[in-house]
């Protein structure tokens, strides 16, 4: 037989186990941090370099385009009207002052709607008048009868400078065509003024991918190919594939390219830098980078060897003087000065081994004492788990059953009917949750009363219109004898004790109704619950009051077994009475005695209080801020619905004007995210707050599930609800705002005193 008390041989030292888990697990979490922070910064500079490149060459483009498109316009002048219409004199005046506006024009040329040249002056030629010349033969004139405009290729003048060619026709069948031979040296100043880097450039290309325009004036007068770059080739091509990729030069060399596309004549700017200069800043953060990192881990190493040899010291201390005691020498004591939690350790140790050698005398009755309360405690918990267990197995049971259903089910109608099950089986789940955390809170005392005085008629009506639509539905007749009766207690939990009796009451009467009254008893009032229900047995009417009782002919019904649990600890947390009469088959009355007070107040204000504590919604201004019209009339009408007056608009700017009419700021804002305005939720609850000058409580609804969304809510501190939001989620949104500004203080001022003064728990 092996002894037991005997320990096993070590397999491994502690010091190297910890020295090994300590140096893997920082070493692990420095590398990969370390090499995730320079894969996104080498990431992020090369995207930052692109789009740099990216918007000079679009910036280059833009201002191409608009250098052609100024001389089109200039030219549509002189078609607008028939060739008829002007004699050649002010034809020649118009053209004149046409080379003064537009100094990038050198000829111009003017054809009528024949063909023949009539009118040509020039900077640099004699100008010709009537001159007769046939040119309708020419691309240059029946392409730009046919498509209202030319552009020709691009030439050498002199084989200094580049120019093209720009015809232009108007829009009537006797107008004629002005031909206009542009000076690019424009293009070229557009170019060479772009600074990329030290030896970064840019240039334009034409269709066929030949330079049009360099910094080196050398390339363009050789009439130089460029179609055969990759960069180019892929641009020309409408691929975006390389333009973030590592592009070549004529030599071979990687450069970094972003081009851009001159809108009016499909020619290229491409924008490239060496990608050695280009990413060499971040080659030298990254070394830097790295250097750090291997640094840090030799200093993790370094801590890591003294902090687990520091740590197993003590242990082994700790390992001999336990051996000790466990051996029965409890006159023992360890002595460890770490001054941390080790050593707190040991002194418990020595504190254990005095109180043995104190008490061993009478362990063993202390034993059997404490035994036997763990087994009284261990029974009365496994019957209430055991209840628990239960109850929540029922659904859980049911939902398991029901997917494997929905699972095995093609028919559309018949995955509706078992999601509605499943649904269902969630809902009793989360009531027996939200009921189990109630009675969790009842016995952990962590509520107290918030006792203050208040009629009682505003809270039986609310109970009432709370339960009218469900006491409909079940063809069931539900009254209420109205009182005038002022009480003291807790009005929140008071109600919620008056809910609960209401919501058995329908729940166990099939036929008939339910009637709410108060009678008078000396300082007491009895609110008193009568249906005409199932009736509860005499000798079952101790145990309703008991967590997860229900009685035989109401087993199969909805509840969870634990209303009237709650309802017995509120009472007991109010000391208002309760009391149960009951006859089977007939019907059941509920009543909860609470002292009566002096009506010493006017009702109405009253009201006003009871509704601030209980229903926070009531008469509260809310501004709702949505451009969907169905989701704005909807939940307008869904505040309205609950009490609340309600202000609805499509922006921050509409909204400010419809509150003009309102002297007092709004209680709440509810805005969606986005507004096609251009307007931000955000922003307009930033007008809104200006235009008061307060700090108006708000909160954002999306359909944008992205986390940028809700970064950039939680930078601005606001809470947000995604879309489809549920009315009850929303409700409880508007209430915890609501009720937060309420609970500051509520105060009711009748002839210039206060009457009460409330913020009360919330079951």
Partial sequence: MNDISAPRPRQRGLFLKYLTVMMGMVCAVSLASGLIAIWFAYQDHKASLFHIQQEQAQTAATKIGQFVKEIEGHLGWMVQMPYAALNPNERRIDALRLLRQVPAITELAMLDPSGREQLRVSRLALDTVGSGIDRSNEPLFFETKEKMVFYGPVYLARESEPYMTIALAGARHDAGVTIAKVNLKFIWDVVSRIKVGEHGAAYVVNTEGRLIAHPDISLVLRNTDFSVLPQVHAARSGTESLSQEMARDAQGRPLLAAHAIIAPLGWLVLVERPAAEAFGPIYSSLLVTAIVLLGALMLAIVASFIMARK???????????????????????????????????????????????????????????????????????????????????????????????????????????????????????????????????????????????????????????????????????????????????????????????????????????????????????????????????????????????????????????????????????????????????????????????????????????????????????????????????GMSGLLRSWGCRVVAARSGGEAADRLAEHPASPDLIVSDFFLQSGQTGIEAIALLRAHFRCSIPAFLVSGDVSPDRLRDAEAKNYHLLHKPVEPMTLRAMLNQFLNDRNNAEVAVIHNGCSIANVSGPVL
């Fill in 311 to 633: 740590l197993v010291m003590p242990i082994s201390i700790l390992q001999a003087g336990a051996a000790q005691i466990g051996a029965g020498v409890l006159d023992h004591r360890i002595a460890i000065k770490t001054g941390d939690e080790l050593e707190v350790l040991g002194d418990q140790f020595n504190y254990m081994a005095a109180q043995l050698q104190e008490s061993y005398a009478t362990l063993e009755r202390r034993v059997e004492e404490r035994t036997h309360q763990l087994e009284l405690a261990n029974l009365a918990k496994s019957r209430f788990l055991a209840a628990a267990s239960h109850d929540l197995r029922q659904p859980l049971h049911a939902m398991n059953l029901f997917v494997a259903e929905f699972r095995a089910t093609k028919n559309d109608a018949e995955r509706r009917r078992i999601a509605e099950r499943i649904d269902a089986a969630v809902t009793a789940m989360n009531r027996l949750f939200n009921a189990l955390l109630d009675i969790s809170k009842l016995d952990a005392g962590v509520l107290a009363p918030n006792l203050t005085e208040f009629p009682i008629e505003p809270l039986l009506r609310r109970v009432e219109a709370t339960f009218t639509n469900a006491a409909r539905e079940k063809r069931l007749r539900l009254r209420l004898v109205p009182s005038t009766a002022w009480v003291r207690s807790d009005a929140i939990l008071l109600e919620r004790i008056l809910l609960n009796l209401v919501s058995n009451a329908v729940r166990y009467t099939r036929q008939g109704g339910i009637v709410m009254g108060c009678r008078r008893s000396g300082a007491l009032l009895r609110l008193e619950v009568w249906d005409s229900g199932i009736g509860i047995p005499e000798d079952q009417q101790r145990n309703v009051f008991n967590e997860f009782y229900r009685i035989v002919e109401s087993a199969r019904s909805e509840g969870v077994g634990l209303g009237l649990a709650i309802v017995a600890r509120l009472c007991a947390l109010l000391d208002h009475p309760i009391a149960l009469t009951s006859s089977v088959g007939k019907g059941s009355r509920f009543s909860v005695s609470v002292l009566t007070v002096v009506a010493g107040h006017d009702l109405n204000e009253a009201t006003f209080l009871i509704d601030a504590i209980t229903s926070p919604l009531a008469g509260k201004l809310v501004v709702v801020i949505d451009d969907d019209t169905l989701v704005l009339d």
